[in-house]
């Protein structure tokens, strides 16, 4: 298991610009695909964007292609989500997720996965 905390959310108007990052402890951090999720208020949870381990192959939910990054630092053991040209409908509670046998293109899948972060609250105003 590994332990993920995120971080960057916070309060920005409709076109700006945030980055989220995601911070782990564990000694075997390179080889797991990450991936970022969110949820907004009364909605399920849905998949944003993956990673695989070794940061050569990315994935992303087709309502946020073009306007976010999905990158990664092994050596810092940090997985960060750039996110450009925001839009209301982006406001959510952003969660950093780990896994360690799937593919970043699996990671859209969240079932199963067990390692979370607790979130970041990014705010998109009109």
């Known amino acids: 298991q590994v332990q993920l905390v995120e971080s960057g959310g916070g309060l920005v108007q409709a076109g700006g610009s945030l980055r989220l990052s995601c911070a782990a402890s564990?000694?075997?951090?390179?080889?797991?695909?990450m991936g970022w999720f969110r949820q907004a208020p009364g909605k399920e949870r849905e998949f944003v964007a993956a990673?695989?381990?070794?940061?050569?192959?990315?994935y992303y939910t087709d309502s946020v292609k073009g306007r976010f990054t999905i990158s990664r630092d092994n050596a810092k053991n940090t997985v960060y989500l750039q996110m450009n040209s925001l839009k209301p409908e982006d406001t959510a509670v952003y969660y950093c997720?780990?896994?360690?046998?799937?593919?970043?293109?699996?990671?859209?899948?969240?079932?199963?996965?067990?390692?979370w972060g607790k979130g970041t609250l990014v705010t998109v105003s009109s």
């Open positions: 997720a780990a896994d360690a046998a799937r593919t970043a293109q699996r990671m859209g899948v969240s079932s199963g996965i067990q390692n």
């Open positions: 564990g000694r075997t951090f390179s080889g797991y695909t």
């Open positions: 990673i695989s381990w070794g940061g050569g192959s990315t």
